[in-house]
């Protein structure tokens, strides 16, 4: 039985005069893998911004399943560059950082209180339960699956090259076990190695998958639909 975790209605976008996006009714379910096809304009990129969040509509509704959480591909190449790769990564799971840095700055008090102790019990208990332990192990399998060194794990984003940042976003978007990863153009950048291995990652996902790709090579071999924005599924 196929269990609908997102759901869109009359879905548009303008901006000033412009329509974006036109008019889209889409219905994903739960563990599909789903590619995002159209000519250059057409507001494939606008729907995933509205999806994540990032963009309001003009018409229409987003529907996603409370129980999802959602992971994006971020595109700003540099909105990390303070950051180690490590942290970039673990920001794929917004609340297990919080969490990490909220302990790291209760530890580091030197009027550490009991209050403060009971709420740094609390904080261990749920980093545990998400696997926080387990945390840089996942982020260096992750980046040395993309082709890149556990060597750079302490590395600041602004030190990497271009093609290694697209990487390090990728393994962000993976981590922590989302349950729907929205992906614009993951293979931008990428050379043939890695887009083997995010091929590979992407087949094994056990959640939803919706992505933008202009490479039907790509996402043939593992896409369980296509569907051409603004025109009709397949």
Request: proline share 3%.
């Amino acid at each position: 039985m196929n269990t609908p975790v997102l759901e869109v209605t009359n879905l548009s976008k303008n901006f000033g005069g412009l329509r974006a996006l036109n008019e889209v009714d889409l219905t994903i379910n739960r563990q599909e893998i789903v590619a995002l096809i159209g000519p250059n304009g057409a507001g494939k990129t606008t729907f995933l911004r509205i999806l994540s969040g990032d963009l309001e509509p003009t018409t229409g509704e987003v529907v996603i399943s409370k129980d999802q959480r959602m992971s994006v591909l971020k595109q700003d190449h540099f909105q990390y560059d303070q950051y180690t790769v490590l942290d970039t990564v673990i920001m794929g799971n917004q609340r297990l950082y919080d969490i990490m840095k909220e302990k790291d700055a209760l530890y580091a008090k030197e009027d550490f209180t009991d209050a403060d102790g009971v709420k740094a019990s609390e904080l261990e208990a749920e980093f545990a339960d998400m696997d926080g332990w387990e945390a840089e192990s996942d982020v260096s399998r992750l980046i040395q699956g993309l082709g890149l060194s556990e060597d750079i794990l302490y590395s600041e984003m602004s030190t990497l090259t271009a093609k290694e940042k697209v990487k390090v976003l990728l393994a962000q978007a993976l981590f922590g076990k989302p349950d729907i990863i929205l992906l614009d153009e993951p293979t931008n950048h990428l050379d043939r190695a890695a887009k083997e291995a995010l091929a590979r990652a992407l087949d094994r996902f056990p959640g939803t998958v919706l992505l933008v790709s202009h490479e039907a090579d790509f996402y043939r071999a593992w896409a369980q639909r296509v569907v051409e924005i603004g025109g009709k599924g397949r």
